[in-house]
């Protein structure tokens, strides 16, 4: 079976209802979903892309727009949510650590959690700290790793492969060519990657 | 019954979806829809909220994204459409002569229609003339009244509208003080408008 690839950046808000409706989502039809943590921000400062910065009415129905919608998922959220994130590339570089070690999805899943449930902001203690521990994982180990030279390319690697692809918001679904952007084209991605049979694969 | 405050300025590409399934939403629901023309534009430049000019990526995203949208809606579009429009502001002074008239969903259902499906600009002939014929009006008359300070202004005043109850997009619906933006939330005004039983009032 092809998974959906599920390109996320921790910093994302919308992302926070993707994230935590993924489980939900694949109990229900034949897809399954894979993480690709990638820097959206390096993209969106690229294409002079900034939704929110500077536009307070729009930030605000942001707010209001998740509030609701988490609401409808039957989700909570502590809305706002600390936001932007000041340590987001370190919280997305510890997610390639876990992308190439097996733990990317629960590691992004807590840290959503903590970041919209308990206000913690994702990428800095508390949260990197009881993230890391709530998966079983060594804080200092993993730190020594996402700060090393290599995880620095293999995010810059994601995100070229990422911009290679036509992503540029986060979050988005890709199938085959297909993307699929926002929380709101979740079901649109689903319905494609079945119509597609690429779930026979 | 309440009608929700539908909030459209014609030049936007995502509020033909939403035009096109205003009268099968009512059919289905309790709901019904008044559209209130207005500049976006004019609220978007002031916020320097420019999504798709000199964003090469993000507008053919918009495209087939809106491509996709329309089949899964049973709409015919012929994608792209021809953007942005030339004539936007006339486009949607006409509109504000048929709210004073009357005539206003007639006309802007019209002119949307062959815009996307007749690759038509809206506000420019044929598709002018062609949709106020269609629609039964006279097109040298609504012109010069299209064309009138009088129409000007109450162009303005509904812009002020918009802007003073925070809508900064279009299409957008307002059921009381819950603003929803985008062609993917006419549902949850819907569900919304059902909820405050707005639609008993």
């Known amino acids: 079976m092809k998974p959906i690839d599920f390109w996320v950046s921790i910093g994302s808000t919308y992302s926070y209802l993707s994230v935590m409706r993924l489980s939900e989502v694949e109990s229900k ?3 399954s979903f894979r993480i690709r943590p990638f820097s959206v921000r390096a993209i969106m400062v ?14 605000q129905y942001m707010w209001r727009d998740i509030e609701r919608r988490a609401k409808r998922y039957g989700l909570y959220a502590q809305i706002p949510a600390p936001y932007p994130l000041e340590h987001f590339d370190l919280a ?5 650590v876990g992308e190439q070690e097996g733990w990317c999805r629960d590691y992004v899943t807590v840290s959503y959690r903590r970041w919209f449930q308990l206000g913690q ?3 800095s203690d508390p949260n990197l700290g009881a993230s890391l521990n709530e998966i079983g ?13 290599e995880i ?14 036509g992503v540029f918001g986060s979050p988005c679904f890709v199938v085959g060519r297909e993307l699929f952007w926002g929380d709101d084209r979740l079901e649109d991605a689903v319905e494609w990657h ?5 779930h026979l694969k």
Chains 1, 2 share one sequence.
């Open 194 to 198: 079945e119509s597609t049979k690429d």
């Open 121 to 123: 902001p994702a990428g």
């Open 152 to 165: 620095h390319s293999a995010y810059l690697e994601a995100t070229d492969e990422a911009r290679s692809l």
């Open 29 to 31: 039809t034949d897809a």
């Open 46 to 59: 690229e294409m002079d892309n900034v939704p929110f910065a500077k536009k307070p009415i729009k930030a």
């Open 92 to 96: 997305n570089k510890v997610a390639v």
């Open 137 to 149: 994982q060594d804080k200092d180990r993993v730190m020594e790793l996402a700060n090393s030279p």
